[in-house]
């Protein structure tokens, strides 16, 4: 009977190992993936590269993360999340924090923040992403994907500011959520922060104070 428990024991900690082994190889990937393309663009790197440069074989990239457009996918999740790992909009505290919030001016500003801070880590990732969706059906089907899903949680926060008063009166849902999404777009924050110059502290200024000017009601 001892002898099959430590067989067991022996069995589980195998399958740990080599699910952390997993996990590590996988985040080996993610690392030189993100690193390539941003250097290079998405169209020149190859999963060949990628493997080579992880030191893995090319069938391991495609077994832990998958084929180019996942793989580019998986990293933009990350960078939504500032994870490892994709976490749900639900999920995330500055989400948490602005349905929380009962002043539609500090929901804002938490939400400035927010995309702040993201796009220190997506932007570039979003536009090679755009980039490529121009030429490849793959990265195109991505590209559709993410963009919808952007504008969804957008309504979601004008439907969570007109809950508490905070929309004009002449703007429909719609017409706020297209507001807020174009201009947290990874296109303005690159022209601000890039092409610009602006710190990044001045851009979320700006893009609190732009919001609270479009879409909040005169006090």
Known sequence: MGAV???????????????????????????????RMLERGYRATTIADIARSAGVHVDTVYTLVGRKPVLLRELIEQ????????????????????RSEPDPRRKL??????????????APLLLALRDASTTEPDARAVWDEISER??????????????????????????????IWVTNSAEVYVLLTTERGWPPHRYERWLADTWSRLLLPDN
């Open 150 to 179: 952007r504008a969804m949680n957008m309504r979601h926060l004008a439907e969570d500011l007109e809950s508490v008063g905070g929309i004009r009166a002449e703007l429909s849902i719609a017409e706020a959520a297209d507001t």
């Open 79 to 98: 960078a939504i999340s500032g994870s490892d790992k994709a976490i749900p909009a639900e999920q995330r505290d500055y989400v948490s924090a602005i």
């Open 5 to 35: 428990t430590e067989q067991v024991k022996t069995r589980r900690y195998d399958n740990t190992n080599r699910s952390e082994k997993s996990d590590e190889t996988r985040r080996a990937i993610l690392d030189v993936a993100r690193a």
């Open 109 to 122: 500003a938490i939400y400035a923040r927010a995309t702040r801070e993201i796009h220190a880590r997506l």
